[in-house]
């Protein structure tokens, strides 16, 4: 049992890029969520989702797609990464509603430079 | 102003010292509060969460709600090098919530030996 996984673990990119970041979780949990987060700003949520299929706007949602074809995994997309995307982006996941906790991933560490 | 407000030091005590950690919070709808910690590098793993009803203790650990002044707090006693970590305080996010948590910005804790 994994857990909630993220690949890449680091990544660097140049202005312009764009990108997928994966998030897998082997929980069988409905709700996934993807955050960001910077110094002084705490966690920001990004995009989640209730539900296979399903996708919802979080606080922070401009410059970023989100898709959930399957379950266990949620995409993250960057279509042209701009150096204020330059975060730490992690994802999470949560059975349902009736627990109260979030699990999350190791993150992803990416530079647009 | 941000639903949750949480001060992010750094704090740097000795160890043995007891370590309080605080936040304000502004929407009194859900009564429920988190804490998590989270390590150098890793994701965030939820160490507590309490109801609204007062405290709640679990080993070196107390978790306490002060609802007449929308106060959260952390209390970490015989604190120890391997607590060196940043605590962030969370609650259900406000309106229609689906699972969805408003974080502090998150306080970095360091213990020295």
């Known amino acids: 049992n994994a857990g909630v996984t993220q690949t890449p673990k680091f990544r660097v990119l140049k202005t312009g890029q764009s990108m997928t970041l994966l998030c897998a979780q082997d929980?069988?949990?409905?709700?996934m969520y993807w955050y960001r987060q910077d110094p002084g700003m705490g966690l920001r949520l990004i995009h989640y989702?209730?539900?296979?299929?399903?996708?919802a706007k979080g606080e922070v949602p401009d410059g970023y797609n989100v898709s959930r074809l399957k379950k266990q995994n949620f995409l993250l997309g960057l279509e042209s990464a701009a150096p204020s995307q330059t975060s730490v982006y992690f994802c999470?996941?949560?059975?349902?509603?009736?627990?109260?906790?979030?699990?999350f991933g190791p993150g992803t560490r990416l530079t647009v430079l | 102003q941000k639903e949750v407000e949480q001060d992010p030091g750094p704090l740097s005590v000795p160890e043995g010292a007891i370590v309080s950690l605080n936040c304000t919070y502004s929407?009194?709808?859900?009564?429920?509060f988190m804490w998590y910690r989270q390590y150098s590098r890793k994701g965030p793993e939820l160490l507590m969460y309490?109801?609204?009803?007062g405290n709640k203790e679990d080993g070196r650990f107390t978790a306490q709600v002060d609802k007449s002044s929308k106060y959260i707090s952390l209390f970490i006693r015989d604190s120890q090098p391997s607590d060196s970590a940043t605590y962030l305080c969370?609650?259900?996010?406000?309106?229609?919530?689906?699972?969805?948590?408003?974080f502090g910005q998150g306080t970095i804790l360091t213990v020295h030996p």
């Open positions: 989702s209730v539900g296979e299929g399903t996708t």
């Open positions: 999470a996941s949560r059975p349902g509603l009736r627990v109260n906790e979030q699990f």
């Open positions: 929980m069988n949990h409905e709700y």
């Open positions: 969370a609650k259900p996010a406000g309106g229609t919530s689906y699972g969805k948590l408003t």
């Open positions: 929407n009194s709808a859900f009564q429920y």
């Open positions: 309490t109801y609204s009803s």
